[in-house]
């Protein structure tokens, strides 16, 4: 125990602004949280942090906090409400709509950012309640294209890739910049480490030289938006030197010789010339690859909010799959989901639920940003009428901030869950304010790793401000209001009490299965019935944890000898209950299970656990490939805006005051100095940047990482804020990007945007 965890202000969290969740000491102060350390004993980040980790305070405290529930008025402001009147005007509403149209027109938007998945997760409840699978989150605009491929490849969408670049000797970054955005645990050390041993090499493929890029041994500087090109050319390359792997390819897939005979016609010095590059630099870059002992690819936006996403994504995957980097130490691996939220979705062929207006399918069970404003802003019969928003603020994230304003204005009900008052939420009917993750139970599930898996269920640090509420209580209240379960379940509710006493007898899940044959319509509302029965008898008002027991033990069931190797033990379903009391015990983190590389096979869900090489959709985008693309650099839009760098102060739109940021306080845009002077702006001034949609005033930072004729903007701006609290004037902060970005600048498969390849015009404002 550290010394400061013996002082009796001093709690264990972890941070909440990226999906590593580092852990984190804390000193709470008359609320405010005070002496930010990293946790040395959270054993998936041992005390590791960030930058912005010391400056969530900003989150926890700020003036744009939601405190009570509101409404709007006719005069477009908000007045205060009980919340009795918010539960009871929504749930009455929420029935009218369904009941007039059908469960079709209401959506869900969101569903838990970077650090809050346990409250969220009772949200399903209510939709299932609700009968609607509309479930529009940020994720569908961003990984879905991978998803997709993943599904392909390995038999689900649910087969999420890792990557083991701690034990890598040669790791391939492709459009990301994890020394900013992190993206695997422990980032800037395993950085460092990488870069400072000569046997392992890093290489790098962005247009920009990155901090993660000025690390690397090789920088690749590929022209923007062509990395289908480079990435097929590598491909190719291995297969035409006869580079691949061929005892991995026979024993653990099939269609390789599709894929061969696909490759074979690659023009490689065309495709390499194409992406701005020498060949004998692709040259060593596919042949450093595919000779070393263990390798992984470690992607991200540059590539999956980018021209081909879904291509890419499949490209990518080939180049550790061809070379058998993959199950073994140090490559990319399958990794199991503690409570999985990427899950797979059946195609409309198989029966799979489409959008009523634009006839979209679901991707991991997410139906895409880009197509929510045309499902609603339409004279359609089977529109959505009503949409719940929750822990998200698609009016700045989503692309085309004009036609989402444009669409919420005809929604029949906006409902915002939210800590604050954000953009969504002042066009909101109703909003709803939400404890923050200091002041609840709260976790995530972003268990993304192999061999070894985490997962920390943070303890309340703070006591809830004003009249917030969790989610979960939120859900519950709403389901009663609408008649869906009773208030109480007075007999669940004492077995469950019994249970947590005496688990052994197993009486509770018996119980359940009782109550669910009885009334089997509270199956749809299961998992909020489980936090107002075994939720109330958890102690220290742990009720949201109440989930994590079935968590607990379906994970148990399903990867027992790796749950035992963390030292866990107990018979049958024994073990289910002690995993579920060591995560509820301990304050930091644990390791959730202990994998041997040879179990991702089990992972692979095609039968005979084989990788299905093989994906006819993208041999016929590869064939595209050779059709000469229509050129997006035009003399009206000469610049190509990356629109939403990860920097040393964003965080998604997760802080609201912009004192947060030491530095950039404006966010800025990133320019080359030829490229500066040939427009004629110098440092620190300001110019209009343009697209084919709206303009926005920025200020610009003249910067010699950026190529030529490539520009860049960063995400978590444009937030509006309480400059004064006695006039309560707002301000905004930095650019809305946007205001420039289209929803059908997208990927055909999984209509996921481009945010980093749009097309702009950039002029001095004088
Ligand atoms: N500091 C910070 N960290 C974050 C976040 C944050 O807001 N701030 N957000 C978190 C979230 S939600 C996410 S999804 C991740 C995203 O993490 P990243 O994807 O790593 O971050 P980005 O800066 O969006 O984009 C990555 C890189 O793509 C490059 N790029 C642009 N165009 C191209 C191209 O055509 N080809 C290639 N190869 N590269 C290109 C950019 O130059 C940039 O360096 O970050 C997470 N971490
Ligand atoms: N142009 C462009 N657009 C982008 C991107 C880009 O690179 N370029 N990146 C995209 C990516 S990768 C992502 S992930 C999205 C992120 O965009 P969003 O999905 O909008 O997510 P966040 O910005 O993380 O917003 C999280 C919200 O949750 C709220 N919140 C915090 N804690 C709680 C809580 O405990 N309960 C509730 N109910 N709410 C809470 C915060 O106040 C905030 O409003 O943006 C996307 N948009
Ligand atoms: S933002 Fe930094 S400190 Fe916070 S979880 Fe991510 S890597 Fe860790
Ligand atoms: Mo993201």
Known sequence: MTESKNLKNSHTSACILCSINCGIEINVVDGALKNIKGDSENPKSNGYLCQKAGRLDYYQNHKGRLLHPMQKKEDGSFEDITWDKAIGDIARKLKHIKKTYGSHAIAFYGGGGQGNHLNQAYSSSFRAALGTPYLYTALAQEKTGDFWVNGKLFGKQSCHISEDIEHSDYVLFIGTNPWQSHGFPQARKVLRELAKDPDRTMVVIDPRRTQTAALADIHVPVKPGTDAYLLAALVAIILQEGLEDSTFINRHTVGFEEVKRVFKNIPIKKYVAKAGLSLPLAQKVARGFANAKRASVRVDLGIQQNLHSTLNSYLEKLLFLITGNFGKKGSNNLHTQFVPIVGHSKTPEEGGIVTRVTGMHAISNFYPPNILPKEIDTNHPERIRALVVDSSDPLLTAADTNAYRKAFEKLELLVVIDVAHTETASMAHYVLPAASQFEKWEATFFTLEFPVNHFHLRHPIVDPKGDTLAEPEIYRRLLVAMDMIPNRFPLLEKIAKFHLRYPAAGVFLIALKVALAISPKYAKSLLIILYATVGKALPRGAGSAALLWGASHQYAKRYRKAVLRTGLKGKGFRLGEALFKHILKSKSGIILSKHTYDEVWQLIQ??????????????????????????????????????????????????????????????????????????????????????????????IEIDDAMPRGFVSLPHGYGFEYIDDENTQMRKQNGPKINVLTSASHCDPIAKTPYHKYVPVNLVPLK
């Open 606 to 699: 095609h039968p005979h656990q084989k990788i299905h090489l093989e994906i006819p959709e993208m041999a016929k985008m590869l064939e595209q490939l050779k059709e000469n693309e229509n050129e997006l650099v035009t003399d009206e839009f000469p610049f190509i805006l990356a629109a939403g760098e990860r920097r040393a102060y964003n965080a998604n739109q997760i802080f609201r005051d912009p004192a947060w940021r030491k530095k950039d306080r404006e966010g800025v845009l990133k320019i080359h100095p030829e490229d500066a002077k040939k427009i004629g702006i110098s440092n620190t001034e300001q110019l209009w940047c343009t697209s084919a949609k709206a303009s926005v005033k920025v200020y």
